[in-house]
């Protein structure tokens, strides 16, 4: 998103009189109100002026436009929502707030345009990209901005306080609880041949448990391979997820606890395009099963690929959702992928993000009102997706 700098109104301060008024009224005791000059006037009106082009969000009057970019969830009773939204003189701010699985709590605007990631690992730490620095951090009660790793925070990931983790190409980086490090090379392109090669996703499931897989060419012919790395929060050890086919990519990646759920693509010469392929992680037996749903042929072409899940996210081996692809949402119930498409917001409307946890998962993204983007948050309860009011999203 592109970032609006806000404006700036220059200020006046009280004049000398003025100021000594107010201090001799205080010093004195005085229950009284200090007279203001036209210069105290002039201060107290551009104050007006701030709090006014600030709009709160969900303020009746409020008529820019709004969006949500990413949600984490820790419970069911408990998600970080973030995005941005713009008044109605094109002025962005970065936008915040917890579901609290009943009604939505608004945040005091972290700092910046917008924030486009967040994840975190209870309601007292998250970590969300964007603000000044491409890094903000939730302490329970307020964001603060801190120094972020150069790229930003794309498939960013946190396991606790001090362990969070992202991947920016071939390039991991790790917090520590204090700064963001980068991690100890991996050099996973290493040996690969010319064309596709990176990392595509990150995701902890523990401190010392995180899996990021991607995709190398082992040569030109093509052969394209998925991969994945496991970090035990010293070392990482290359492993292969499922990939049925040539080329085949790992896309996305959500872990809980020694669990994790991987979503890629491959082509198929049977098929005669792309299919979806899925792959189930197990860190007790440091095994992959294939879980690939039967979605049919996705694309056709030759060597064709397309992602089947925009996004993925498990709360547990039996509960993973997933957004987007030529299909549209797919739910994991632990032994079978089942159809769980969201319910239309209308047109132009768009469902950005999901976590889960508990047997709920919540997705957020915008809908269009009266030719304006608004905030939209959809409730998966187990069987069914419904709309839930959000601020901003009238």
């Known amino acids: 998103m592109d970032a609006i700098g806000s404006r700036r109104l220059r200020t006046m301060t009280l004049c000398a009189p003025a100021l000594a008024a107010v201090v001799a009224a205080i010093t004195a005791g005085v229950a009284q109100a200090a007279v203001l000059t036209p210069a105290g006037r002039l201060e107290r009106a551009v104050q007006a002026a701030r709090a006014a082009h600030a709009v709160r969000p969900g303020a009746a009057s409020f008529g820019g436009q709004a969006r949500l970019a990413s949600v984490s969830c820790r419970s069911a009773s408990w998600c970080m929502a973030v995005g941005s939204y713009a008044t109605a003189d094109q ?74 983790m992202r991947i920016h190409g071939t390039l991991a980086s790790v917090w520590n609880g204090s700064s963001w490090r980068d991690a100890k090379a ?26 990021t897989v991607g995709t190398w060419t082992v040569s030109q012919e093509p052969v394209q391979e998925s991969f994945g790395f496991l970090w035990n929060g010293k070392t990482w050890t290359r492993t292969g997820p499922p990939g049925d086919g040539n080329p085949a990519a790992a896309d996305s990646i959500s872990c809980r606890g020694g669990f994790c759920m991987e979503a890629g693509e491959a082509f198929s010469e049977v098929a005669g395009g792309g299919i979806a392929v899925a792959g189930a992680w197990d860190a007790s037996t440091t095994t992959w099963t294939d879980v690939s749903p039967n979605l049919g042929t996705l694309c056709t072409g030759p060597l064709a690929m397309c992602p089947w899940a925009a996004s993925i996210a498990c709360a547990s081996k039996a509960s993973c959702m997933t957004l987007g692809g030529p299909k549209g949402g797919q739910f994991w119930n632990g032994s079978t992928w089942t159809s769980a498409e969201p319910v239309s917001a209308g047109p132009g409307s768009a469902l950005q993000a999901v976590s889960c946890a508990g047997s709920d998962c919540l997705a957020v993204g915008w809908r ?10 959809e409730m998966w309860n187990g069987s069914a997706w419904s709309i839930i009011t959000s601020p901003l999203g009238a």
């Open 91 to 164: 002025v962005r701010h970065s936008l915040a707030m917890i579901w609290t699985g009943a009604s939505w709590r608004k945040l005091k605007n972290p700092r910046g345009a917008a924030l486009k990631l967040v994840a975190c690992s209870s309601p007292r730490f998250c970590m969300a990209w964007g603000g000044p620095t491409g890094a903000e951090r939730w302490n329970g009660t307020t964001w603060r901005t801190v120094p972020g790793p150069k790229g930003g925070l794309p498939s960013l990931t946190c396991a606790s306080r001090a362990l969070c």
């Open 186 to 211: 991996t050099n996973v392109c290493s040996g690969s041949a010319p064309g596709p090669c990176g990392m595509a996703s990150v995701s902890c499931g523990g401190p010392a448990s995180c899996v």
């Open 368 to 377: 269009m009102v009266a030719g304006k983007q608004r905030t939209l948050a």
